[in-house]
T-cell receptor, first 113, second 114 residues
Framework: DQQVKQNSPSLSVQEGRISILNCDYT??????FLWYKKYPAEGPTFLIS?????DKNEDGRFTVFLNKSAKHLSLHIVPSQPGDSAVYFC????????????FGQGTELSVKP | DTGVSQDPRHKITKRGQNVTFRCDPI?????LYWYRQTLGQGPEFLTY????????KSRLLSDRFSAERPKGSFSTLEIQRTEQGDSAMYLC????????????FGQGTRLTVV
């Protein structure tokens, strides 16, 4: 049972444009949602998180939107840069941002110059 | 470097051999997690320690797998009688219980069973 789903395995955008990565979840008990970025042969690196009591969190070029009624969240990157090219994982936790994480399958973002 | 450290980075072993991986978390972090990631998938939870106590184990963790965190600091993950299906990236993460911060991941150990 895949509780966190990222249905797009890959996404390609032009440098300077917006990248939108999507994530759906099934368990309404999740309290925190996080996005991690991963380069090949490295561990995931934390990007941004959002609590279930919020619907938006922004950090520089990165914004995460949460729609609880739809059990959907999205990560917006504006403007996209070639260095953003990586695999992005959506993750959810029932406890805290530092708790046990349930990950989606990942979306590989390619930002072309 | 005060991040999460994993050793070795790569391990190639023959089927049937035992392997052990080590994880050194961030020093003040009392929570430690092991995850496994296979190609095309996200990391999957294996087990969780709070200090030296192993509080949760996934059903993915068969009886060939054992993890320890003897003094609440570093942790080891041992796989006995390795199988080709054990080939994966093994990731360790740590976080601070009671803190409202995310878990930090190590660079992982890539295991290849031949």
């Amino acid at each position: 049972d895949q509780q966190v789903k990222q249905n797009s395995p890959s996404l390609s955008v032009q440098e300077g444009r917006i990248s939108i990565l999507n994530c759906d979840y099934t368990n309404s008990m999740f309290d925190y949602f996080l996005w991690y970025k991963k380069y090949p042969a490295e561990g995931p690196t934390f990007l941004i998180s959002i609590s279930s009591i919020k619907d938006k969190n922004e950090d520089g070029r990165f914004t995460v939107f949460l729609n609880k009624s739809a059990k959907h969240l999205s990560l917006h990157i504006v403007p996209s840069q070639p260095g953003d090219s990586a695999v992005y994982f959506c993750a959810a936790s029932m406890v805290s941002p530092g708790g046990k994480l349930i990950f989606g399958q990942g979306t590989e973002l390619s930002v072309k110059p | 470097d005060t991040g999460v450290s994993q050793d070795p980075r790569h391990k190639i072993t023959k089927r049937g051999q035992n392997v052990t991986f080590r994880c050194d978390p961030i020093s003040e972090h009392n929570r430690l997690y092991w995850y496994r990631q296979t190609l095309g998938q996200g990391p999957e939870f294996l087990t969780y320690f709070q200090n030296e106590a192993q509080l949760e184990k996934s059903r993915l963790l068969s009886d060939r797998f054992s993890a320890e965190r003897p003094k609440g600091s570093f942790s080891t993950l041992e796989i006995q009688r390795t199988e080709q299906g054990d080939s994966a990236m093994y990731l360790c993460a740590s976080s601070l219980r009671g803190g409202d911060t995310e878990a930090f991941f190590g660079q992982g150990t890539r295991l290849t069973v031949v």
